[in-house]
């Protein structure tokens, strides 16, 4: 069985900063894992996603996300806020190559503001 | 060209009422869902249809039906709405590796 967590659900920065969205996973079997983000009365959209490879992924918007096995996460960061990120961040993770990958797990979402 | 279009975007209506939502995606994709999104932004995958092929059926009361005349159609029909119908519901279509392209949703109220 899978699960995702995304560690607060409201996260706030000024203009400029870090940005830090946490996500963690479990899962029995070699994972995919994504970030999307949907702002305000829009649908979702890709940001960036993992599959094989290089474990550091880089996304649209200066967005980028680490794989770490052995701590289970995918935490997405960027490095200087923009207002314009200002939105809900969602973490997914699904089976990958080796499971039934059209069901995609999803986190509660992470809420960002981004403060002048 | 909108990639995944869904119609109508806002939905307002009487309890007990039937509707529908259409969705249509031009990407070529052969899998397509449902999603629902309540006020709290919480995700629920209600269908999935591969190839007019259901796939995924949630556990998503019998008044929601989906009908995919074809790959590229998904439609979701709601029988004798309820308050809790109320959400803002996603169709999106799907490529390998579960990327998944949403349409901008369509908002029901159901009063």
């Known amino acids: 069985a899978q699960s995702v967590t995304q560690l607060g659900s409201h996260v706030s920065v000024s203009e400029g900063a870090l940005v830090l969205l946490r996500c963690n996973y479990s899962s029995s079997v070699p994972p995919y894992l994504f970030w999307y983000v949907q702002y305000p009365n829009q649908g979702l959209q890709l940001l960036l996603k993992y599959t094989t490879g290089a474990t550091l992924v880089k996304g649209i918007n200066g967005f980028e996300a680490e794989f770490k096995k052995s701590e289970t996460s995918f935490h997405l960061t960027k490095p200087s806020a923009h207002m314009s990120d200002a939105a809900e961040y969602f973490c997914a993770v699904s089976p990958g190559a080796t499971g039934n990958n059209r069901k995609l797990i999803w986190g509660l979402g992470t809420s960002l503001a981004v403060n002048p | 060209d909108t990639a995944v279009s869904q119609t109508p975007k806002y939905l307002v209506t009487q309890m007990g009422n039937d509707k529908s939502i259409k969705c249509e995606q031009n990407?070529?994709?052969?899998?397509m869902y449902w999603y629902k999104q309540d006020s709290k932004k919480f995700l629920k995958i209600m269908f999935s249809?591969?190839?007019?092929?259901?796939?995924i059926n949630e556990t998503v009361p019998n008044r929601f039906s989906p009908k995919s005349p074809d790959k590229a159609h998904l439609n979701l029909h709601i029988n004798s709405l309820e308050l809790g119908d109320s959400a803002v519901y996603f169709c999106a279509s799907g490529s390998g590796a579960n990327v998944l392209t949403f349409g901008a949703g369509s908002r029901l109220t159901v009063l």
């Open positions: 990407l070529g994709h052969d899998t």
């Open positions: 249809y591969n190839n007019k092929e259901l796939i």
